[in-house]
Nanobody
């Protein structure tokens, strides 16, 4: 399984970015796909995810600003990030949980990881 994340960059506060995660070797609608982020000196933490059923979940700090969608035909998940804030600055990683773990917010539940893409939000 390979996950290719892209779409990061530098944006001013209030701006938007869309991250993409293209998967190969697995079918995204048969597993849980998650986006995590890691800021310097901090642990990797869940941002959002989508279960195999299609239901989505978000960490509280991004609710109403971030939207995760899935394109089954392209085997790709997207994270649309609006109204970005400096505290959103981090390396963002996509991940796949092929075992459909219950603990969808836990990094240890995910079996495969993309390479990470840097998101920097300036104030």
């Amino acid at each position: 399984v390979q996950l290719q994340a892209s779409g990061g960059g530098l944006v001013q506060a209030g701006g938007s970015l869309r991250l993409s995660c293209a998967a190969s070797g697995t079918t995204i609608n048969r597993c849980t796909m998650g986006w995590f982020r890691q800021a310097p000196g901090k642990e990797r933490a869940i941002v959002a995810g989508i279960r195999w059923s299609g239901s989505t979940f978000y960490t509280d700090t991004v609710k109403g600003r971030f939207t995760l969608t899935r394109d089954n035909a392209k085997n790709t998940v997207y994270l649309q990030m609006n109204n970005l804030k400096p505290e959103d600055t981090a390396v963002y990683y996509c991940a796949a949980d092929i075992q459909r773990s219950v603990a969808v917010s836990t990094a240890a539940s995910y079996d495969f990881w993309g390479q990470g893409t840097q998101v920097t939000v300036s104030s």
